[in-house]
Structure formats: C-alpha cells, structure tokens
C-alpha cells in the first residue's frame, strides 16, 4: 500500500523482497539501478519463503526517444532477472534441476532447465509516445542454457485516460503538463518572481548557468561562434 525508496541495489534479491513482502510495499530502486526504476514483489501462494518471491519489474521513460514498439521491447528485453539478482545463480541456488532435450538442436543435447525460479512480469512505460497503447509481446522463445526464466511483456504507451484509467478525460492536459515540465526542467527560467514571462528577466536567469544549455542566454554573455 506504499512506496519504498531504497538506499542499497541488494534489495532487488529475492531474499530481500520478503521485507517488502510483510511492509506491503513496493520499491522505488536506487540511482542508476541497471534496467529498472521500480519493483512490485510478488507472492506464489500464501507461504512468504524465498521460493515462492517473484517480482514485476518496471523501466520507466519520459522522453520521446522511446516512442516506437521497437524501442520499448528492447527497454523490456532488456531487463534480466539473473543479472539484476533477482534469482540467485544456479551455483548458489542449490536448487533442484531436471533433465531436457533441446528438440531444435542439430545434436540432442542434455540441458538443465531452472526449476526453482518463478515467472515474472516485465514492464515499460514510456510516457512521452505520441500514440497511446497498452501492448502484451509474445513471450521470449525460451532458450536452453543455465539460467533460464519464464516473462510476460507488457508495454503502456501515453499518459492517458485510455492507458490509465484512473486518469479522468478532463485530467488528461494536467498530466501532459506534468511531462512538459519534466522534460524541461529548466522552464522555471520563465518564471520570474517579479516579472513573470519577462524575456530579460528569463535571459538574466539563464546567464547565471553558463554553459549548462544550447540556448544562446547560457553563453552569449562570453562566448560567440563563427558563422
């Protein structure tokens, strides 16, 4: 029923989401969390032990670079659960393994597949596509090799009323707003406490930041290109 900002990237192990588990909250990962922002744990059964812990792992866009399908499937694919820790390693897992055929290889070979690791659900948001979607990927061709794990893709295009319901219609240009300022932090040089929407007031703000933009305020002052 809440939100947990974590300080340690440890926290996305399995182990570890239990805590989250009995707190009943979901995380909200550290800075440069490798493929994901944030982590809803998830619970196989009514037993909370380390088995039966999976997750839905969330990455999260706001600009406009990741606007196409193909972009978003690869911010989903991306995403790996043996990397990320999420499932230990078959090493350390010490869990049970059975036997399998790989029926598409030109030599039958023997493989191991996991046995102990529950599926999970991969999920990307890019707020900024300009067509809203909700799209499910056809599931990954399994392949045959030491780690493998079962995922379901989802994919939510837009921030709208037709993506997410509990936006009203008439909330949709608020929350587009919202975006607008997130992809500009900056705009908050157009808003002069003395002079709101003054061009010299906005050019004095961003001259106190030199060179932290293209806008010709940022530079102008020290700096002058040729041509």
Known sequence: NHVV???????????????????????????NQASIDLLIPVIFGTTLEEKNISAILIQVKNSTRFSSESSAY?????????????????????STRRRTMDPDA????????????????RMAFTFASTEPAVKLFPPPVRSFHRSTFTAYDI???????EVFKVIRHNEEETYQELLRRSLSP??????????????????MHRAMH??????????????????
């Open 5 to 31: 900002r974590v300080t340690d990237s440890g926290m996305v192990k399995r182990k570890s989401l239990g805590l989250l588990i009995a707190r009943g909250a979901a995380m909200m990962c550290v800075e």
């Open 74 to 94: 690869g911010l989903v694919s991306a995403i790996d659960a043996f990397r990320l820790e999420l499932f230990p390693t078959l090493e350390k897992s010490g």
């Open 106 to 121: 030109d030599e039958s070979r023997e493989c191991m597949e996991r046995t102990d690791v529950r599926p999970i659900i």
């Open 155 to 161: 994919w939510c295009a837009g921030l709208t009323h």
């Open 186 to 203: 900056h705009d908050s040089y157009a808003y002069g406490q003395l002079n709101p929407n003054d061009p010299e007031v906005e050019a």
């Open 210 to 227: 030199p060179a932290v933009s293209c806008h010709p305020a940022h530079y102008q002052s020290f700096f002058k290109f040729n041509g």
